[in-house]
């Protein structure tokens, strides 16, 4: 299993970003693929999942209507795109396929700041 985030960034509050993530190694059509990060001093948080064929999405109350969780079988891709960004959405961000984050990419840092 590969997985490589990217988009990451310097953002300011309210702003926007869209990460993205290629995924090699595994049918990753067939598998539930998940964001998590993780700020400094704190463990790993679930933020969001997507089913294999990208109809149903799931995410933590905190991100709830303002990220959007998307794939793109064909190519392999997970993306998520991050709107009104605050000074709670600040960390490492990864792409994963498992809600623990167990099974993770390298990561791309988010940052917030005016």
């Known amino acids: 299993v590969q997985l490589v985030e990217s988009g990451g960034g310097l953002v300011q509050p309210g702003g926007s970003l869209k990460l993205s993530c290629a995924a090699s190694g595994f049918t990753f059509s067939d598998v539930t693929m998940s964001w998590v990060r993780q700020a400094p001093g704190k463990g790993i948080e679930w933020v969001s999942s997507?089913?294999?064929?990208?109809?149903?999405?799931w995410f933590e109350d905190p991100v709830q209507g303002r990220f959007i969780t998307s794939r793109d079988n064909a190519k392999s891709m997970l993306y998520l795109q991050m709107n009104s960004l605050n000074a709670e959405d600040p960390a490492h961000y990864y792409c994963?396929?498992?809600?623990?984050?167990?099974?993770r990419g390298q990561g791309t840092q988010v940052t917030v700041s005016a």
């Open positions: 997507i089913s294999p064929d990208g109809e149903r999405t």
């Open positions: 994963a396929t498992d809600e623990a984050g167990q099974d």
